[in-house]
């Protein structure tokens, strides 16, 4: 049972332009979210948050959206670089006092087109 | 600073072996946590903990023990080795609980069980 879900396996982006990675949870208790990226050979890397009580969060080209109606939330990334070529994993959590679990989804392998 | 080392980075077993993932963390951090990560399945929680001599159980514990004498180490015990087990194991630390505080990975360790 994926409580978490990244339906697209990768996407291809030209440089320059925006890159959209979604994802979808079905876990109406979950009220944190989370972006890690992962590059090959690596360990995951926190990119960006969003709590519910948002709906948007911004750190610098990454920006965060949060659409708790339709249990989906989405990371763009504007505008993409070669660099943001990498697995990008979303997260979410049910908050309880520092005893929590993350619970990710699939991973969307994002690559980047010179 | 290391952060979060991992060892061994590679270990191949035959089945019905067992052995010891090692972690380390040099941060303070009191939550610690494995993960396994499969083609199409994400990064699943194995087991946990809160802080030294703290232990909780994740989503996929079965054939794993851990134990938390220390802050700094959270080693991964595989009892009896099987082909399922086969995959590649990332450790993470925070200093609270994952939802407020970023975790931090380490780079991995792949096994594979034949």
């Given at each position: 049972d994926q409580q978490v879900k990244q339906n697209s396996p990768s996407l291809s982006v030209q440089e320059g332009r925006i890159s959209i990675l979604n994802c979808d949870y079905t876990?109406?208790?979950?009220d944190y979210f989370l972006w890690y990226k992962k590059y090959p050979a690596e360990g995951p890397t926190f990119l960006i948050s969003i709590s519910s009580i948002k709906d948007k969060n911004e750190d610098g080209r990454f920006t965060v959206f949060l659409n708790k109606s339709a249990k989906h939330l989405s990371l763009h990334i504007v505008p993409s670089q070669p660099g943001d070529s990498a697995v990008y994993f979303c997260a979410a959590s049910v908050p309880n006092f520092g005893n929590e679990k993350l619970t990710f989804g699939t991973g969307t392998r994002l690559t980047i087109i010179p | 600073n290391a952060g979060v080392t991992q060892t061994p980075k590679f270990q191949v077993l035959k089945t019905g072996q067992s052995m010891t993932l090692q972690c380390a963390q040099d941060?303070?951090?009191e939550y610690m946590s494995w993960y396994r990560q499969d083609p199409g399945m994400g990064l699943r929680l194995i087991h946990y903990s809160v802080g030294a001599g703290i232990t909780d159980q994740g989503e996929v514990p079965n054939g794993y023990n851990v134990s938390r004498s220390t802050t700094e180490d959270f080693p991964l015990r595989l009892l009896s080795a099987a082909p399922s087990q086969t995959s590649v194991y990332f450790c993470a630390s925070s200093r609270g609980g994952p939802t407020n505080e970023k975790l931090f990975f380490g780079s991995g360790t792949q096994l594979s069980v034949l």
């Amino acid at each position: 049972d994926q409580q978490v879900k990244q339906n697209s396996p990768s996407l291809s982006v030209q440089e320059g332009r925006i890159s959209i990675l979604n994802c979808d949870y079905t876990n109406s208790m979950f009220d944190y979210f989370l972006w890690y990226k992962k590059y090959p050979a690596e360990g995951p890397t926190f990119l960006i948050s969003i709590s519910s009580i948002k709906d948007k969060n911004e750190d610098g080209r990454f920006t965060v959206f949060l659409n708790k109606s339709a249990k989906h939330l989405s990371l763009h990334i504007v505008p993409s670089q070669p660099g943001d070529s990498a697995v990008y994993f979303c997260a979410a959590s049910v908050p309880n006092f520092g005893n929590e679990k993350l619970t990710f989804g699939t991973g969307t392998r994002l690559t980047i087109i010179p | 600073n290391a952060g979060v080392t991992q060892t061994p980075k590679f270990q191949v077993l035959k089945t019905g072996q067992s052995m010891t993932l090692q972690c380390a963390q040099d941060m303070n951090h009191e939550y610690m946590s494995w993960y396994r990560q499969d083609p199409g399945m994400g990064l699943r929680l194995i087991h946990y903990s809160v802080g030294a001599g703290i232990t909780d159980q994740g989503e996929v514990p079965n054939g794993y023990n851990v134990s938390r004498s220390t802050t700094e180490d959270f080693p991964l015990r595989l009892l009896s080795a099987a082909p399922s087990q086969t995959s590649v194991y990332f450790c993470a630390s925070s200093r609270g609980g994952p939802t407020n505080e970023k975790l931090f990975f380490g780079s991995g360790t792949q096994l594979s069980v034949l």
